[in-house]
């Protein structure tokens, strides 16, 4: 999800867009004007979520089921796969969401535990911790209506103190998806991840994930448990898997665009151009350079 389809979801205008500085915003819970009938989903998002809410409430991240009935912290990242199911009507608190180059100056915010992991990033809270983080976040709503010339300094600073604050806490427990339908929850959760990096639109555009030890890592599971519920769901491998929709981007990126070859291997993951050459032949028996020039030789571009 773009921030533009974000903000028309939520009946808002993004009016602190800020070009050079990132984007960040913040909402109250009851302002977000969500249809029951309509469930959100945060496929390819592009933004960041900090959330403090209370309801009853049922949170799927990656593959975790966590019920919550008060107030609940929630981090999560543009990658990893998460679903907000509100099982009561009634929702209170503020939603802040922002763009990794907010703090591309100050911090590498993708590195922070709670933006890591499942296990860090859903944290229960009791009324009394739940008073403290309601006047941090109520701050922050406050300030970002002021006209105070550095705002998002101070605005950065509080929104990184409240990651700290949560990161010395204990996030709640989750329960596990049933033995039976594990493997085919993993599978769907990887195939959500792989299929959001694409399509590729610019040549600036990196693909994050291409290896098995980093989807086990955004799934928060072992890479080889990862590896043996895609083959028992799929029959391939994660590496087989990973690597046929790599070339099935590369044949789209070759035939549909005039990028360079070390461009479209750059966007794919590939650091050397002649790596990505040798995959490509490996998986199609071209070149990259022959299987563009077929095209071209067809009349097709």
């Known amino acids: 999800m773009k921030l533009q389809q974000f903000y028309e979801n939520v009946n808002q205008r993004p009016d602190t867009v800020h070009?050079?500085?990132g984007h960040f915003n913040i909402f109250k819970v009851e302002d977000m004007l969500l249809s029951n009938n309509k469930p959100v989903t945060y496929s390819r998002r592009s933004f960041y979520k900090v959330s403090l809410v209370s309801g009853h409430s049922r949170i799927h991240y990656a593959d975790h089921s966590i019920e919550t009935n008060g107030a609940v912290l929630v981090f999560t990242?543009?990658?990893i796969p998460f679903f907000w199911e509100r099982i009561s009507e009634q929702h209170t608190g503020f939603v802040c969401i922002f763009t990794e180059d907010f703090f591309s100056r100050f911090s590498t915010i993708k590195d922070y535990p709670v933006f890591q992991s499942a296990d860090a990033a859903v944290i229960s809270l009791h009324k009394k911790e739940t008073g403290p983080f309601q006047k941090q976040f109520e701050k922050m709503f406050q300030e970002l209506q002021g006209d105070y010339a550095f705002k998002y300094d101070l605005l950065r600073s509080m929104l990184l103190e409240i990651i700290h604050d949560a990161q010395k806490m204990q996030p709640a427990q989750h329960s596990p998806y049933a033995a039976s339908?594990?493997?085919?929850r993993i599978t769907g959760l990887f195939a959500e991840l792989l299929e959001r990096q694409f399509p590729i639109e610019l040549s600036s555009q990196v693909v994050q994930l291409?290896?098995?030890?980093?989807?086990?890592?955004?799934?928060?599971?072992h890479?080889?448990?990862l590896n043996k519920a895609l083959k028992e769901i799929t029959g391939q491998t994660t590496?087989?898997?990973i690597q046929e929709r790599l070339a099935q981007e590369a044949k789209i990126l070759l035939k549909s665009t005039n990028w360079s070859i070390a461009d479209i291997a750059w966007s794919l993951g590939f650091e050397e151009a002649n790596h990505f050459s040798s995959f490509f032949k490996t998986k199609t028996g071209q070149t990259p350079k022959n299987f563009r020039s077929a095209d071209v030789r067809a009349g097709k571009l």
């Open 19 to 21: 070009t050079g500085i």
């Open 77 to 79: 990242n543009p990658m």
């Open 181 to 184: 339908n594990a493997a085919e």
């Open 210 to 221: 291409n290896t098995p030890a980093g989807f086990a890592r955004q799934l928060n599971i």
């Open 223 to 225: 890479v080889n448990h």
């Open 239 to 241: 590496t087989q898997l």
